[in-house]
Protein backbone atom coordinates (compact mmCIF):
# COMPACT_ATOMS: atom_id res chain seq x y z
CA UNK A 1 0.00 0.00 0.00
CA UNK A 2 1.18 3.46 -1.38
CA UNK A 3 2.11 5.68 1.74
CA UNK A 4 -0.42 8.72 -0.03
CA UNK A 5 -3.30 7.47 -2.09
CA UNK A 6 -5.47 9.73 -4.53
CA UNK A 7 -8.74 8.63 -6.36
CA UNK A 8 -9.82 8.95 -8.32
CA UNK A 9 -6.88 8.51 -10.89
CA UNK A 10 -8.52 10.30 -14.18
CA UNK A 11 -11.61 12.01 -14.28
CA UNK A 12 -13.99 13.70 -17.38
CA UNK A 13 -16.69 16.18 -16.29
CA UNK A 14 -18.73 19.14 -17.47
CA UNK A 15 -18.20 22.52 -16.72
CA UNK A 16 -21.61 22.47 -14.88
CA UNK A 17 -20.61 19.09 -12.97
CA UNK A 18 -19.72 18.59 -8.91
CA UNK A 19 -16.86 15.99 -8.24
CA UNK A 20 -14.74 15.49 -5.76
CA UNK A 21 -11.50 14.56 -5.31
CA UNK A 22 -9.87 11.96 -2.38
CA UNK A 23 -6.17 11.57 -0.89
CA UNK A 24 -5.63 9.89 2.06
CA UNK A 25 -2.38 9.41 3.73
CA UNK A 26 -1.12 6.50 5.89
CA UNK A 27 2.46 8.10 6.89
CA UNK A 28 0.63 9.62 10.33
CA UNK A 29 1.83 12.87 8.89
CA UNK A 30 0.50 16.11 10.21
CA UNK A 31 0.60 18.20 7.07
CA UNK A 32 -1.38 17.80 3.93
CA UNK A 33 -1.67 19.71 0.61
CA UNK A 34 -3.32 20.15 -2.78
CA UNK A 35 -1.35 20.97 -6.07
CA UNK A 36 -2.23 21.40 -9.11
CA UNK A 37 0.29 20.50 -12.12
CA UNK A 38 0.33 21.90 -15.58
CA UNK A 39 2.19 20.99 -18.63
CA UNK A 40 5.65 22.48 -18.38
CA UNK A 41 4.52 25.08 -15.83
CA UNK A 42 5.97 24.80 -11.98
CA UNK A 43 4.03 22.66 -9.05
CA UNK A 44 1.03 25.73 -7.49
CA UNK A 45 0.38 25.16 -4.75
CA UNK A 46 -3.12 25.35 -4.15
CA UNK A 47 -3.84 24.52 -0.05
CA UNK A 48 -2.47 23.55 2.88
CA UNK A 49 -3.76 22.18 6.00
CA UNK A 50 -1.73 21.65 9.40
CA UNK A 51 -3.54 19.49 11.83
CA UNK A 52 -6.52 19.60 10.15
CA UNK A 53 -6.63 23.84 10.07
CA UNK A 54 -5.93 25.52 7.07
CA UNK A 55 -3.43 27.50 6.68
CA UNK A 56 -2.58 28.46 2.94
CA UNK A 57 -4.99 29.27 0.30
CA UNK A 58 -3.07 30.66 -2.46
CA UNK A 59 -6.01 32.68 -3.81
CA UNK A 60 -7.40 29.78 -5.12
CA UNK A 61 -11.05 30.30 -7.30
CA UNK A 62 -14.18 29.47 -5.08
CA UNK A 63 -14.89 26.49 -7.26
CA UNK A 64 -12.19 24.65 -5.67
CA UNK A 65 -13.17 23.71 -2.17
CA UNK A 66 -11.02 21.50 -0.22
CA UNK A 67 -12.60 19.70 2.94
CA UNK A 68 -10.18 18.00 5.87
CA UNK A 69 -12.04 15.98 8.21
CA UNK A 70 -8.64 15.06 9.71
CA UNK A 71 -5.23 14.58 10.07
CA UNK A 72 -5.20 11.38 7.23
CA UNK A 73 -7.97 12.77 4.56
CA UNK A 74 -8.01 15.88 2.52
CA UNK A 75 -10.96 16.31 -0.14
CA UNK A 76 -10.90 18.75 -3.43
CA UNK A 77 -14.87 19.41 -4.23
CA UNK A 78 -14.92 20.89 -7.48
CA UNK A 79 -17.62 22.65 -8.89
CA UNK A 80 -18.67 24.78 -12.28
CA UNK A 81 -14.86 24.14 -13.51
CA UNK A 82 -13.29 25.66 -16.39
CA UNK A 83 -11.60 23.78 -19.24
CA UNK A 84 -8.21 26.01 -18.01
CA UNK A 85 -8.70 23.93 -15.01
CA UNK A 86 -7.61 20.45 -16.82
CA UNK A 87 -4.51 19.32 -15.08
CA UNK A 88 -3.14 16.69 -12.88
CA UNK A 89 -4.20 16.96 -9.20
CA UNK A 90 -1.54 16.59 -6.71
CA UNK A 91 -2.17 15.61 -2.88
CA UNK A 92 0.74 15.30 -1.01
CA UNK A 93 1.69 14.89 3.17
CA UNK A 94 4.88 15.89 5.20
CA UNK A 95 6.36 15.99 8.83
CA UNK A 96 4.74 18.75 10.39
CA UNK A 97 7.09 21.67 11.52
CA UNK A 98 8.91 24.02 9.33
CA UNK A 99 11.92 21.09 9.15
CA UNK A 100 9.62 18.65 7.59
CA UNK A 101 8.34 21.07 5.37
CA UNK A 102 10.32 20.67 2.21
CA UNK A 103 10.36 16.88 2.03
CA UNK A 104 6.54 15.93 0.41
CA UNK A 105 5.23 12.41 0.05
CA UNK A 106 2.95 12.86 -3.00
CA UNK A 107 0.04 10.73 -4.07
CA UNK A 108 0.22 9.11 -7.84
CA UNK A 109 -2.27 12.50 -8.78
CA UNK A 110 -6.30 12.35 -10.00
CA UNK A 111 -5.97 13.78 -13.76
CA UNK A 112 -8.97 15.97 -14.41
CA UNK A 113 -9.98 16.74 -18.05
CA UNK A 114 -12.52 19.33 -18.09
CA UNK A 115 -14.95 19.52 -21.37
CA UNK B 1 9.46 38.06 -7.00
CA UNK B 2 10.58 34.58 -6.20
CA UNK B 3 11.91 32.76 -8.86
CA UNK B 4 13.83 29.21 -9.44
CA UNK B 5 15.08 28.41 -13.22
CA UNK B 6 16.40 25.20 -14.82
CA UNK B 7 16.48 23.88 -18.26
CA UNK B 8 13.65 22.49 -19.84
CA UNK B 9 15.03 19.46 -21.34
CA UNK B 10 18.31 17.99 -21.52
CA UNK B 11 19.92 14.60 -23.43
CA UNK B 12 22.27 12.72 -22.23
CA UNK B 13 24.22 9.03 -22.92
CA UNK B 14 23.44 5.83 -20.95
CA UNK B 15 26.21 5.11 -18.59
CA UNK B 16 27.61 9.00 -18.89
CA UNK B 17 27.39 11.65 -16.54
CA UNK B 18 24.59 14.67 -16.53
CA UNK B 19 24.64 17.43 -14.28
CA UNK B 20 21.18 19.69 -14.12
CA UNK B 21 21.53 22.86 -12.86
CA UNK B 22 19.00 25.13 -10.70
CA UNK B 23 19.25 28.73 -9.90
CA UNK B 24 16.81 30.25 -7.58
CA UNK B 25 16.26 33.97 -6.21
CA UNK B 26 13.73 33.48 -3.11
CA UNK B 27 12.69 35.19 -0.22
CA UNK B 28 14.60 33.56 2.33
CA UNK B 29 16.31 30.03 2.30
CA UNK B 30 15.54 27.04 4.36
CA UNK B 31 16.84 24.50 2.15
CA UNK B 32 16.73 23.21 -1.00
CA UNK B 33 15.22 20.01 -2.66
CA UNK B 34 15.25 17.80 -5.84
CA UNK B 35 12.17 15.42 -6.77
CA UNK B 36 12.16 12.94 -9.83
CA UNK B 37 9.23 12.74 -11.57
CA UNK B 38 8.57 9.75 -13.93
CA UNK B 39 6.15 9.85 -16.70
CA UNK B 40 2.63 9.63 -15.54
CA UNK B 41 3.84 8.81 -11.49
CA UNK B 42 3.69 11.26 -8.48
CA UNK B 43 7.39 12.95 -7.37
CA UNK B 44 9.50 11.85 -5.30
CA UNK B 45 11.86 13.33 -3.09
CA UNK B 46 15.62 12.25 -3.98
CA UNK B 47 18.06 14.70 -1.92
CA UNK B 48 17.81 17.96 0.84
CA UNK B 49 20.82 20.38 0.72
CA UNK B 50 20.74 23.23 3.46
CA UNK B 51 24.30 23.88 3.60
CA UNK B 52 27.09 24.56 1.04
CA UNK B 53 28.40 21.90 -0.80
CA UNK B 54 27.71 18.32 -1.95
CA UNK B 55 25.69 15.59 -0.60
CA UNK B 56 26.34 12.16 -2.31
CA UNK B 57 23.49 9.50 -2.27
CA UNK B 58 24.88 6.52 -4.03
CA UNK B 59 24.56 7.59 -8.27
CA UNK B 60 23.17 11.20 -7.30
CA UNK B 61 24.58 14.03 -5.49
CA UNK B 62 23.67 17.33 -5.04
CA UNK B 63 25.78 20.62 -4.92
CA UNK B 64 24.54 23.85 -3.03
CA UNK B 65 25.58 27.17 -2.99
CA UNK B 66 23.74 29.85 -1.11
CA UNK B 67 25.99 32.54 -1.87
CA UNK B 68 25.64 32.28 -5.72
CA UNK B 69 21.80 31.01 -5.26
CA UNK B 70 22.79 27.84 -7.20
CA UNK B 71 22.49 23.85 -6.98
CA UNK B 72 22.95 21.50 -9.22
CA UNK B 73 22.14 17.91 -9.50
CA UNK B 74 24.42 15.32 -10.63
CA UNK B 75 23.87 11.57 -12.40
CA UNK B 76 26.45 9.28 -12.66
CA UNK B 77 26.36 6.04 -14.68
CA UNK B 78 22.97 7.16 -15.99
CA UNK B 79 21.05 4.21 -17.01
CA UNK B 80 17.35 4.14 -19.08
CA UNK B 81 15.32 4.69 -15.69
CA UNK B 82 16.71 7.98 -15.17
CA UNK B 83 14.87 9.44 -17.91
CA UNK B 84 12.59 11.16 -16.16
CA UNK B 85 11.72 15.43 -15.12
CA UNK B 86 13.58 16.78 -12.39
CA UNK B 87 12.01 18.96 -10.08
CA UNK B 88 14.27 21.86 -7.79
CA UNK B 89 12.49 23.56 -5.04
CA UNK B 90 13.52 26.13 -2.50
CA UNK B 91 12.00 26.34 0.98
CA UNK B 92 11.43 30.40 1.33
CA UNK B 93 11.44 32.04 4.71
CA UNK B 94 7.52 31.12 5.34
CA UNK B 95 8.90 27.24 4.78
CA UNK B 96 7.15 27.08 1.74
CA UNK B 97 8.41 24.83 -1.35
CA UNK B 98 8.63 27.51 -4.43
CA UNK B 99 9.54 25.30 -7.37
CA UNK B 100 10.44 25.05 -10.40
CA UNK B 101 9.14 24.41 -13.80
CA UNK B 102 11.39 20.97 -13.97
CA UNK B 103 13.99 19.80 -16.77
CA UNK B 104 12.78 16.47 -18.53
CA UNK B 105 15.99 14.03 -18.97
CA UNK B 106 16.13 12.28 -21.65
CA UNK B 107 18.48 9.11 -21.95
CA UNK B 108 19.41 7.53 -25.29
CA UNK B 109 21.41 3.93 -25.39
Known amino acids: ETGVTQTPRHLVMGMTNKKSLKCEQH?????MYWYKQSAKKPLELMFV???????ENNSVPSRFSPECPNSSHLFLHLHTLQPEDSALYLCASSQDGEGGAGELFFGEGSRLTVL | GQNIDQPTEMTATEGAIVQINCTYQ??????LFWYQQHAGEAPTFLSY??LDGLEEKGRFSSFLSRSKGYSYLLLKELQMKDSASYLCAVLDSNYQLIWGAGTKLIIKP
Open chain 2, 26 to 31: TSGFNG
Open chain 1, 27 to 31: LGHNA
Open chain 1, 49 to 55: YNFKEQT
Open chain 2, 49 to 50: NV
